[in-house]
């Protein structure tokens, strides 16, 4: 989701096309993979029937035990992961051990078309004008069906504070019209050690009008195919604006260099970024 509709192309450019990433990765980066982790093993155990589940402490354990292989692939330091996610996994737990949605997908692959229009062509079958199709994909978290049987695609997020829900997310917004519900949930995992659970996991339900949800396509659609533009020209324009969002651009110090001087302090700094497996080589795999 993020990729399609970058507000900085400079960043798009180092993130996704030429792949550099740091050495290290920000600590609340690993925090986050490792509670998903967990979470996907715990979901997948709970989506089993009744009889077939085993005790919830073990599917507690269980989930926890995947945490900690995972870790061994993480920068995450060994004392993080055992005294504040583990903990805040285990809490989590026990507070939503009797919760009413029932998970019916976790980390389900999609795709879809945001937009397409077909070749233009003339009385002769040629081509006047190329046509265009926008393909998203993307893993959601986990698919909810609750007591009224509506679903709820959710992301899960992990946080060490509580912040207002913003459900003008290009996430959140993409969840609500590819499933057609024009709804999403925001699943929150406090890391905070001295909030109370009932404020630590709560979740955000996020309603959407159908106007909102077309004209973020609308202007998805326009992104994708300014994207498509700057890559065909090799240029990237930069926005300074969101250069200190997040405790700064990875890239920012890149951006600091002479342009003559980017690569060599590529080369230096970062290292090939670790690829996410496309579900469509998957898919070619059978």
């Not at 093993?41 to 073990?58: S, W």
């Not at 994909?137 to 509506?150: A, K, L, R, T």
């Amino acid at each position: 989701v993020y990729s399609i509709i970058s507000e900085n192309l400079s960043k798009y450019m180092y993130e996704k096309l030429v792949e550099a990433a740091p050495e290290r990765r920000q600590d609340y980066l690993d925090k986050g993979d490792m509670m998903h982790v967990m979470l996907a093993e715990y979901y997948k155990i709970k989506m089993l029937p009744v009889e077939q589940r085993p005790p919830h402490v073990q599917m507690i354990e269980d989930a926890i035990e995947k945490g900690r292989e995972r870790v061994i692939k993480l920068d995450l330091e060994i004392e993080v992961s055992e005294d504040e996610i583990i903990p805040n996994f285990r809490q989590y737990c026990e507070f939503w051990q009797n919760d009413p949605w029932q998970p019916i997908a976790v980390e389900q692959e999609v795709v879809w078309v945001v937009h397409e229009r077909p070749d233009v062509l003339d009385d002769n079958g040629e081509i006047t004008e190329e046509g265009v199709r926008i393909i998203m994909q993307m893993i959601v978290d986990i698919i909810f069906e609750n007591q009224q049987g509506h679903v709820l695609w959710t992301d899960h997020k992990t946080r060490s504070r509580n912040r207002e829900p913003m459900p003008l997310s290009n996430q959140f917004i993409a969840y609500a019209i590819a499933s057609g519900t024009k709804r999403s949930v925001r699943n929150n995992i406090g890391l905070q050690k001295t909030v109370a659970a009932e404020k630590k996991f709560t979740r955000d339900f996020f309603p959407y009008p159908q106007g909102v949800l077309d004209w973020w396509v609308e202007w998805t659609t326009y992104r994708a195919q300014f994207i498509d533009y700057c890559i065909k020209t090799e240029n990237f324009p930069p926005d300074f604006t969101t250069c200190d969002k997040y405790s700064g651009c990875i890239y920012k110090d890149v951006c600091m260099q002479s342009p003559v001087n980017r690569q060599r302090f590529l080369n230096e700094n970062f290292v090939r970024r670790r690829r996410i497996r496309s579900i469509y080589e998957k898919g070619e795999e059978g």
